[in-house]
Nanobody
């Protein structure tokens, strides 16, 4: 039984920073990628950043490139999303997902966390 637990969301002023954390647990997980998705009301979930946990390769959506950084913790099952220079448009529910590289859309995600809200104003 694979579980993903996110933390670190909250409210921040425009231009500020937040760091999201995600911990994956579950003995049966054999994937090689984790990612962060974002969803705003009325829109589909979209991938923000992804990382190949077996090699460190990363992917970023154009809107966040240069501002967000995805990284692994000391173990393969922990991933972070450092978000800098946050903009109002970054507001949304952020979901941690696990799957197989490359994760470029919702159909590539196998497991989903419950989500953590980020509000920028």
């Amino acid at each position: 039984h694979v579980q993903l637990v996110e933390s670190g969301g909250g409210s921040v002023q425009t231009g500020g920073s937040l760091r999201l954390s995600c911990v994956l647990s579950g003995y049966t997980y054999t994937g090689n990628s984790m990612a962060w998705f974002r969803q705003v009301p009325g829109k589909e979930r979209e991938v923000v950043a992804a990382i190949y946990t077996d090699g460190g390769n990363t992917y970023y959506a154009g809107a966040v490139k240069g501002r967000f950084t995805i990284s692994q913790g000391g173990t393969k099952n922990v991933v972070y999303l450092q978000m800098n220079r946050l903009q109002d448009e970054d507001t949304g529910m952020y979901y941690c997902v696990a799957g197989l590289w490359p994760i470029t859309g919702v159909r590539d995600a196998v497991y989903w966390g419950q989500g953590t809200q980020v509000t920028v104003s």
